[in-house]
């Protein structure tokens, strides 16, 4: 290993990074911006979402349409950002059968997903979402397990349980900032959809890593644009069918005319959500490539500091005992897998400086 390459670790073991291009202050400058633009992205959509509903907006499926369409502003990034060269596999590249039918079968799971967040945000409050979404670390940690190999510790068993607390907190909490009209019966179910959401979630981010890994088996960062794109391109022909099949379409003049706020925020919402939501995707599913999906899984929970502390702010969002407790768990959860992370770091830097002198002591 190189002097500009940094160690992956995925499954306990180490490996060279995909980007092996860039230098390490390069490397380390992607998973930060990758981080930035998770965190940043998500916040704003999930805000401007909640906007969506409170200023009378209610199509679920344009809620749901939004959060893949602005996919083509991806081709900037992709047309712009160079790629490094592909490494040489012994293995037959996959067919295009293979890839799209991949592409395919990720992208209606990926519509069915954003359906449940859409239904989700509009029974919950911004703050109560976030956490609930927390939930997403300990089923990724769950499907990285049995499908990225991932090995269990004492931290991770940790965050898990931690994380399950603090989702079962908010199931049985009262709270009163919950959208107005939301009754009891469309808490649970919006509890449970984002619940199930979170859950589909860790395992798209499991089965994207796995492609990476065992299908496409390209080293380029255009990959990771290219999976965005083809993805999302299915999503948002999905959601589109959804939108007009269920009748929802009729109603959005109606929407635009009785927004809150006018019809200019009421295009603006609709056009910045769907921008954040691609910004937030190109983060994650670029850590995802960077590193691996249980990482990507972890810096989404750093929302949690961020999303429910700014609807505080901007919706006057209730922070009941019930939350703060939560989020504190929730957060202890996030902390044992940065820890966790911190440790592999340090033993594969370790092995890194090992490796070396036993080589050289093997030539002796």
């Known amino acids: 290993m190189t002097d500009n390459q940094e ?21 380390w400058f992607l998973v930060a911006l990758s981080i930035f633009f998770l965190i940043v992205g998500q916040a704003a959509a999930v805000l401007l979402g909640r906007f969506y509903y409170d200023q009378g907006g209610n199509s679920k499926w344009m809620a749901t349409l939004v959060q893949t369409i602005a996919f083509p502003i991806l081709y900037i990034p992709f047309f712009i950002i160079p790629s490094s060269p592909e490494t040489s596999t012994s293995s037959a590249p996959p067919s295009i059968k293979i890839i799209a039918s991949i592409y395919f079968v990720l992208g209606i799971v990926i519509a069915a997903d954003n359906m449940m967040y859409s239904v989700g945000l509009l029974y919950l409050s911004a703050s109560t979402y976030s956490l609930i979404c927390a939930s997403q ?4 940690a769950v499907f990285s397990y049995f499908i990225n ?52 979630y860790s395992l798209l981010l499991s089965l994207m890593q ?12 255009s990959v990771v644009l290219e999976m965005q794109i083809y993805t999302s391109l299915v999503a948002t022909c999905a959601s589109t069918v959804g939108l007009f099949a269920s009748g929802e379409w009729l109603t959005l003049h109606g929407e635009m005319e009785t927004f809150g706020k006018g019809h200019v925020a009421y295009v603006m919402t609709l056009v910045w959500t769907a921008v954040a939501w691609q910004v937030c995707s190109v983060g994650v599913v670029g850590l995802i490539f960077l590193v691996s999906s249980l990482y990507s899984n ?13 609807s505080l702010v901007v919706f006057h969002d209730s922070m009941n005992g019930v939350k703060i407790i939560s989020l504190l768990l929730a957060l202890w959860g996030f902390a044992s897998y940065i820890y966790q992370n911190y440790l592999d770091d340090t033993k594969a830097r370790k092995r890194q400086a090992v490796e070396p002198k036993s080589r050289n002591d093997s030539l002796c």
């Open 298 to 310: 972890v810096i989404s929970t750093v929302s949690l500091a961020v999303t429910p502390i700014a």
């Open 7 to 27: 160690p992956m670790i995925t499954d306990g073991t180490i490996t060279k990074l995909p980007l092996t291009k860039y230098q390490r202050w390069q490397w």
């Open 149 to 200: 190999s991932q090995k269990f510790t004492a931290l991770i068993i940790n965050s898990v349980v931690v994380l399950s607390l603090s989702s079962a907190l908010l199931a049985v909490n009262e709270d009163k900032s919950e959208p107005s009209g939301a009754s009891k019966r469309k808490y649970i179910l919006g509890f449970l959809l984002t619940l199930g959401a979170s859950a589909v």
């Open 137 to 140: 670390l300990a089923f990724n």
């Open 210 to 221: 796995r492609t990476f890994e065992k299908v496409l088996k390209r080293e380029t960062f």
